[in-house]
């Protein structure tokens, strides 16, 4: 896709499930065709540079110019009477594009930073999209390709007709299927052809690519029963205490999307939970969406989390007692490996 003139690939899926890994290959890729690429990801952007678009676009057109080594030039290309989104656009054709003697594939990470800023996102994203139909008819912009990378749905309204996420070519990363976990343990030396490991695995972890990894590699590096790992998987001494513990961080900054979580864990035909809860729900791996409906994604975060929930203590005081006892707890070493490994 990357390869066509004026391209737009979209990659959408929630957190620990293999975007930045394939956006990795895909720039990769392109280096081998003697394309150009640039990435930039937007969480590495300072809170003050989206107080205004034409901070946010300046900061865009200097990373740009910084990863390509080109001088900046900002000031020449920026003019007021014509605003920020023509001036951006001039600076990307006139000093970026027109320079170039071969593809720039521009790969935009974690876009989810700009949907958090509405008055940005109603701006740039359908700047993005412009930028594409340019393509269709400026051998300018056919130069660029753009890889567009989130984790979550679009809740900032856009007009059908305005949206970068209705166009180009949408690239989901779903869960891990039986076969593909099964080829997955063969390149971790485990033989799972034969037997239900791969099945155990799904039924607990629901396919999720890192879940499934981390249990790879730790049944082939460490040794043990897979029998053995599943049941220890939802305690502090598991394999997953660390993962679980990060979400239980994320719940006591968040305690609406907690809420949220405890119907979901205890409603095991799904519940219907208004669009940006289930949007930012599903953005971190903890549930999926089936039609209007809210599903835990897998057993393991059903049965940690409804345990959990049934304490009867607050969420803090359950939070606080868990990071005690973590504290307590060695990590082990595979897991930077793993960390390692993935990067």
């Known amino acids: 896709e990357i390869a066509k003139p004026g391209s737009l690939l979209r990659i959408k899926a929630p957190r620990m499930t293999g975007k930045t890994s394939i956006v990795i290959r895909l720039l990769d890729r392109a280096q081998q ?3 150009q690429t640039v990435s930039i990801n937007f969480q ?4 003050s540079f989206f107080d205004s678009l034409a901070q946010f676009l300046r900061w865009f057109c200097a990373n740009i110019s910084l990863q390509l080594q080109l001088p900046l030039q900002i000031d020449d290309y920026w003019d007021e009477e014509i605003g920020a989104k023509v001036s951006c656009t001039q600076y990307l054709q006139e000093y970026v594009l027109a320079q170039r003697d071969r593809p720039l594939v521009l790969a935009l990470n974690e876009v989810d930073r700009v949907f958090e800023h509405s008055q940005i996102a109603r701006e740039f994203l359908p700047l993005l999209r412009f930028w594409h139909e340019q393509g269709k008819q400026s051998e300018t912009f056919q130069k660029l390709r753009l890889v567009v990378v989130h984790s979550s749905e679009v809740y900032i309204p856009l007009k059908l007709d305005r949206s970068p996420f209705n166009i180009g070519f949408p690239l989901p990363l779903p869960p891990f299927d039986r076969a593909q976990i099964q080829e997955l343990a063969q390149r971790h030396g485990l033989d799972w052809r034969e037997g239900t490991s791969a ?30 790992l599943l049941q220890e998987a939802t305690t502090l001494s598991g394999i997953y205490r660390d993962s679980l513990r ?12 907690a809420a949220a979580l405890e119907q979901v864990v205890n409603a095991p035909d799904g519940i219907e939970l208004d669009a940006r809860t289930s949007y930012q729900l599903e953005s ?6 089936q039609g209007n409906r809210t599903f835990a994604h897998c057993e393991l975060f059903r049965t940690y989390f409804r345990t ?7 969420l803090l005081d359950r939070l606080r007692q868990l990071e005690q006892e973590n504290q307590e707890l060695q990590r082990l070493s595979f897991i930077d490996d793993l960390t390692q490994l993935t990067n």
């Open 308 to 314: 959990h929930f049934q304490q009867g203590n607050s």
């Open 246 to 257: 990060q979400y239980w961080g994320v719940l006591r900054s968040y305690p609406e999307l």
């Open 44 to 47: 590495q952007a300072d809170a």
């Open 284 to 289: 971190l791996g903890l549930v999926y969406l």
């Open 199 to 228: 099945q155990e695995t799904i039924d607990l972890l629901g396919g999720h690519p890192y879940l499934v990894r981390l249990a790879l590699y730790h049944l082939s590096s460490r040794g043990g029963t897979l029998s053995e």
């Open 33 to 35: 065709w003697n394309y």
